[in-house]
């Protein structure tokens, strides 16, 4: 520990930590720097204001396994307002940062400068190789110091205006380049994203949260004087007042107009202040935006709900056509992203929708960032129903959300709303209606055929499939076709039981033709079951070479036969030139299994899969169709 006196109003000051290198007088703002055993006052700086962070120099607290201490606070600002850095030394010997932003804390440590490496070639949206790792820019800005108190570990210049760059990686992992006032060589900070509750400072060393625009609780428009309920004040930097179109700034601790809009078709649907409970957390709609894109013409408008939680942060309530969805923030590190064509995140392919240029046209109630009207971002929607990931960049900063469609009901129910409108059309992120009636008709189609085919089974094991009549008949040169010369009896052949009968034809034919009439008798009542069979065989050559057409056999199945004893009656019908001996077959196959049911089954089994498939298919035919990154 090293103590003296400030150089400029002589009250104690003393340096705890061994990293610091200047400690902000508490007495009179002056910023004291140790010169061996001297201090030297290196000039003042400003007070710091009470902000909603939690932490507070002198906090103790532990993280992967080593304790640490809040030695020091800056308060930056870009123009927007102060937010905070904390710089902690831990017992290890490691120093690092810790700010906050929207219920997230990052903790970061120092890791050297990056040479070579230049603010110009940095833009959001763009891909860094550093540190053997892979980053995604979120964000450039800049911002000065304004405040400081505690001890630091180098000198505070409240003139320079710093810039910097955020980017993030996979799983948590941040990085910010520090590039100060130049435009290479940044000095590099690495580390994570984590909850409060990670650092391990006890509650009693934390802050109570308290809002630091307690005056704004009940405040009024500046140019209508209507009541303004600000229900997050600390956190609310623009304001849009739903009476008069007024939007007000309210980054310097009061308001201020800004400008007059024009106001929104319809009130929101969802009441500002409004309280509702979705995915088991209760959230207060701060917000409401009206956004439209124009394409070939056409605006399409859509309306955007600000959602608040104090322990969760911002989320956002879309409604477009009556469809909503739930958007949460995401680090763009997390997804993995080919630009206008795919992107990928926790395991599930997103596949690019659209691509619009998307205007704030109306705004009100409170929001946390400079909203303004008229602003406009490229946004750029990757869809896998229900799910989305929706990226909006700017010039300075890109953001990244994850989306979930959500029923209308079930909105309707969270904030217990009358009535919601109607979805109308098919919106980017909606699931197919059919889809998993597509599935499920075609999982009871499959059960269904494998009964068939197991019916099919049986029926083959328990035919007698039995060869009842193998003849072979010669016709003379002289019989008349389709007269009784041409006319041939069978030995009688019995049947053992009821059953189907197969009935085969072969003819001993080239370039011509043969038709069988068969004629069954059943000897015992004198009953006639008749068929008839042609065959044709004709071959030859030509220019194009050989060919073949027809066959010289065939086959059929008759009806079911009652048993008895048959004896079948054949008569040949051929051309009659020239006179020539001719030969045929007949084989009669009793009881014979016979697939062509199970065919005809099949096919009307397809039917529901098919008509289901088409349906699904129409819905994603129609679905894509507004599509303008779609191949």
């Known amino acids: 520990m090293t103590q003296g006196r400030c150089p400029s109003c002589g009250a104690d000051v003393e340096f705890t930590a061994g990293s610091a290198q200047v400690v902000v007088c508490s007495h009179c703002q002056t910023v004291v720097a140790r010169k061996d055993a001297d201090f030297e006052a290196l000039g003042k700086i400003g007070r710091v204001v009470v902000t909603d962070s939690p932490l507070q120099v002198g906090a103790e607290g532990r993280y992967d396994g080593s304790a640490f201490q809040v030695v020091g606070h800056l308060q930056k600002d870009h123009g927007a307002g102060p937010w905070d850095e904390w710089y902690v030394e831990f017992a290890d010997g490691r120093t690092g940062w810790v700010s906050e932003s929207e219920g997230t804390v990052h903790l970061l440590f120092s890791g050297g400068v990056e040479e070579g490496l230049s603010l110009s070639d940095l833009h959001p949206g763009e891909k860094l190789r550093l540190r053997n790792r892979h980053w995604v820019v979120e964000e450039r800005g800049h911002g000065k110091v304004i405040a400081a108190e505690g001890q630091l570990p180098s000198d505070v210049d409240p003139r320079a205006d710093s810039w910097y760059v955020d980017a993030t990686s996979s799983k948590g992992a941040i990085i910010t380049l520090d590039f100060g006032v130049h435009a290479s060589d940044p000095e590099v900070f690495i580390g994570a994203r984590l909850k409060l509750e990670q650092l391990g400072i006890p509650p009693d060393q934390l802050r109570p949260r308290v809002r ?228 499920s008709t075609v999982l009871w189609s499959i059960g269904w055929l494998m009964l068939l085919l197991l019916v099919a089974g049986l029926f083959s094991a328990t035919s007698l499939n039995k060869v009842v009549l193998d003849q072979q008949v010669t016709v003379p040169a002289e019989a008349t076709p389709g007269t009784p010369s041409a006319m041939k009896f069978s030995e009688p052949f019995d049947l053992e039981r009821r059953g189907n009968m197969k009935v085969y034809v072969a003819a001993g034919l080239m370039n011509d033709w043969m038709g069988i009439q068969g004629d069954l ?64 077959t007949v084989r009669l196959t009793h009881d014979s299994p016979n697939g062509g049911w199970l065919c005809v089954a099949f096919v009307l089994l397809l039917l529901g899969p098919v008509f289901a498939f088409f349906r699904s298919h129409n819905f994603e035919t129609r679905r894509w169709a507004d599509s303008n990154l779609s191949e």
Not at 236 to 254: E, N
Not at 328 to 333: C, H, I, S
Not at 349 to 371: D, I, L, M, S
Not at 565 to 581: E, F, I, M, Q, W
Request: aromatic residues 12%.
């Open 212 to 439: 630091r625009k307690v005056d704004l609780k009940q405040a009024r428009c500046t140019e209508c004087n209507g009541p303004l309920e600000l229900r997050a004040p600390d956190k609310s930097l623009r304001v849009g007042c739903p009476f008069c179109g007024a939007l007000l700034d309210v980054s310097k601790g009061k308001l201020s107009f800004l400008r007059l809009l024009e106001k929104p078709e319809h009130a929101p649907l969802i009441p500002l202040g409004a309280k509702g409970t979705l995915r088991d957390t209760e959230w207060m709609c701060l917000g409401f935006l009206v956004r439209s894109c124009t394409v070939e013409g056409i605006r399409y408008p859509w309306e955007e709900y600000l959602l608040f939680n104090r322990s969760k942060g911002f989320v956002w309530l879309m409604n477009s056509q009556g469809h909503w969805v739930f958007l949460e923030p995401l680090a763009a590190g997390d997804v993995q992203l080919v630009p206008h064509v795919s992107a990928f995140f926790d395991g599930r392919r997103y596949k690019a929708y659209q691509n619009v240029h998307a205007v704030t046209e109306n705004v009100q109630g409170e929001f946390y960032w400079e909203v303004t009207a008229g602003e406009y971002a490229e946004a750029t929607e990757y869809v896998a129903p229900p799910y989305s990931i929706n990226v909006d960049s700017t010039e300075n900063e890109v953001s990244y959300t994850f989306g979930e469609y959500l029923a209308p009901e079930v909105v309707k129910e969270a904030f217990k709303l009358e009535a919601v409108p109607s979805p109308e059309g098919i919106v980017p992120s909606q699931p197919n209606p059919h889809k998993a009636k597509m599935l």
């Open 521 to 584: 008798v059943n000897q015992e009542t004198g009953e006639v079951v008749g068929f008839y069979e042609e065959v044709s065989l004709y071959q030859g050559s030509d220019s194009d070479g050989s060919w073949s057409e027809g066959s010289a056999n065939g086959s059929l199945h008759l009806s079911a036969l009652p048993a008895g004893k048959y004896v079948l009656r054949t008569t040949a019908s051929y051309d009659p030139t020239p006179a020539r001996v001719r030969n045929y």
